[in-house]
Structure formats: C-alpha cells, structure tokens
C-alpha cells in the first residue's frame, strides 16, 4: 500500500557531508528516475505521494541536449575547485550547505529571465535552506538528511516542481520547476515571492525525515508548506479559516494544521517531530501518543472545533 518502501533508503547516515562551489561545468544532468506521477500544482493536493517528489508535473522525460550552457550563481567565495568530503560550506549564519547548482534548460523561455530576474538564485537557496535548518534543525539531537548536492533545473513542463534524488545517489537532489509555471505566475508583483515560495517547499523535501518512508504523504507535504508559512511565505489563496477535509490532506490543510499543533503543545512540536520521523519507522497510533499524547484523529477534532467557533 505504501509508496514510500522505494525510498527507505532516502536517507542514509546521519554524517553531513556537503560542499558549495561554483558549478559551471558543462555536463548534462542526468535523466531522473522514470516515475508516473498525477498533475498537481502547489495548490492542489496529489492524491499520490512519493517521498523526495512533490508537485509532480509529468514523468520526468529524460533530459535533452543542452540548448544553453548551464549557469550557476555562487553563494559563497569560491574554495578549493575539488572539494573533498571533509570539507564543509556554511553560509554567513553557520549552516551547512550542500554544493548549489542551478541549470537553466531553455534560457529563451519567458519564465527563464523572469526567474533571473526575480530571485538571485544563490541568495534564495542558500537563504532557503538556512530557514528550514532554523525550523526543523535548529536544536540536538535533530539533524538534518545527509543531502550534499541540490541542482535546481528550470524547464518546459507541466505542473509546478518536483524534487526527486539524482540517478547516482539519493543524497543529490534535483528539483525541477516549471518554467511554464513561472511565466504564468500573476501579477508580476508575486513573482519574486511565489518563486521562493516553491522553492522553499520542494527544498525543505530535501531536508525532511520521512520515517523511514512511512509517513503519510500527506504529513510530508504539510511539513514543506508548514516550513513555507514560518517564512511568511505563503501565498494569498491559503486560507487558515478552511476546514481540511483530513489532518492529512497535505500542502496548506496540513500546514494549518502543523500550526496549531504548535501553538498548542509549544514550540519546537513540529521539530521534534520531524526528528522523530528520522528515528523511527512510522506508526501513526505510536507516534503521535508519544509525541503529544493523543492520537491524531482526536487533535484533528479538536483543531476542526477551534476553526468551527473561530478562533
Ligand atoms: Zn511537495
């Protein structure tokens, strides 16, 4: 029943082991692991979940020859060009950072210059993954997957973005965002915001635990959009007044949710969760009578209460 079992291994060691440098090499990305996953949009839940992928857009189509020479942006002084293992890259707040790519499949698409006009790619990045370090990660035992490279890739597809791990290893991470989705994202006043929005979201799939590929989909998805509203975020269309029509109905029903779960059982709830998602293999009646001694079912009536009176 689970679509996680292919994943378990998502995550490997707890040893962080991740550099930055500039990337202009001329190599094409590898073609993602084929994967047939339904339409979705940042908005729209998917009624199927594969862990490391969300906002699945079409099958990933094996990648072209390159029409433009990748480009990446560098977000710290530029080291040692072979950077070893032993070697960390940490942005100015001390996070570290896994080495940063960013590859621009068609730099004539309209989405392309409005990205690069938007967002400095190295900034929204390196800034991203320090945030989700803040929320998930920001206290021991919790540490984050041993993620050491993350390649944005922008490209003509449908849907929004998805993140999966590289062909080679699960600790190298793609995220491919739709070229098309951002030349249609309105008004141009949200294009900034929107674009780091997204970004934030697939990335915090970079650095989430998944309990060892058993947690709901749903869960997953509504930690990344939980990590997007912290950050202020989130776009105008959510709305925390909407009643979900599960606790794991994913992306905003569940960000709300994680919300309020936090506000009542303290700060650092949602990170001891997703901590308690790396020890462990998910048992939703366990795991959640554990972490805030009630079963979920319950505190998702509690929450539907506290929405129903307006609170
Ligand atoms: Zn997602």
């Known amino acids: 029943m689970s679509p996680f079992n292919a994943a378990n291994n998502l995550f490997g060691t707890e040893t962080l082991r991740i550099h930055l440098r500039v990337s202009q090499n001329k190599e094409e990305t590898n073609p993602p692991l084929s994967m047939s996953l339904p339409p979705a949009t940042t908005p729209v839940p998917q009624p199927i979940f594969m862990p490391g992928m969300s906002h699945a857009a079409e099958s990933p189509a094996p990648a072209p020859a390159p029409t433009s020479a990748p480009s990446a942006i560098p977000t710290q002084p530029q080291g040692d060009e072979t950077p070893s293992d032993k070697n960390q890259d940490t942005s100015s707040s001390g996070t570290s950072l896994p080495r940063l790519r960013l590859h621009v499949q068609d730099i004539a698409h309209p989405g392309s210059s409005i990205f690069l006009s938007s967002v400095n790619a190295a900034t929204v990045l390196?800034?991203?993954?320090?945030?989700?370090?803040?929320?998930?990660?920001s206290q021991a035992p919790?540490?984050?997957?041993?993620?050491r490279s993350?390649?944005?890739?922008?490209?003509?597809?449908?849907?929004?973005?998805?993140?999966?791990?590289?062909d080679l290893d699960s600790d190298h991470k793609e995220i491919h965002f739709s070229l098309r989705y951002i030349s249609s994202i309105a008004p141009s006043s949200r294009?900034?915001?929107?674009?780091?929005g997204v970004l934030l979201h697939e990335l915090v799939h970079c650095y989430?635990?998944?309990?060892?590929?058993?947690?709901?989909g749903g869960l997953i998805e509504g930690v990344a959009d939980w990590v997007r509203l912290q950050c202020d975020l989130a776009?105008?269309?959510?709305?925390?007044?909407?009643?979900p029509a599960k606790w794991d109905v994913g992306y905003q029903?569940?960000?709300?949710?994680?919300?309020?779960?936090?506000?009542?059982?303290?700060?650092?709830t949602i990170r001891r969760m997703n901590e308690k998602?790396?020890?462990e293999r998910y048992e939703e009646k366990a795991f959640w009578t554990e972490l805030v001694g009630g079963p979920i079912e319950q505190l998702f009536e509690d929450y539907k209460k506290t929405l129903l009176k307006g609170e």
Do not use: C
């Not at 294009?191 to 780091?196: D, G, L, P, R, T």
């Open 126 to 137: 390196s800034s991203s993954i320090e945030s989700i370090h803040k929320q998930l990660y």
């Open 142 to 147: 919790s540490s984050p997957p041993p993620t």
């Open 150 to 166: 993350v390649t944005l890739i922008l490209r003509d597809m449908d849907g929004v973005a998805y993140t999966t791990g590289s």
């Open 191 to 196: 294009q900034s915001a929107e674009i780091n």
């Open 208 to 216: 989430q635990w998944n309990g060892q590929g058993r947690a709901p």
């Open 235 to 243: 776009p105008p269309h959510w709305s925390r007044e909407q009643i």
């Open 253 to 268: 029903g569940t960000a709300y949710f994680l919300e309020y779960l936090e506000d009542r059982f303290g700060k650092g």
């Open 277 to 279: 998602l790396r020890n």
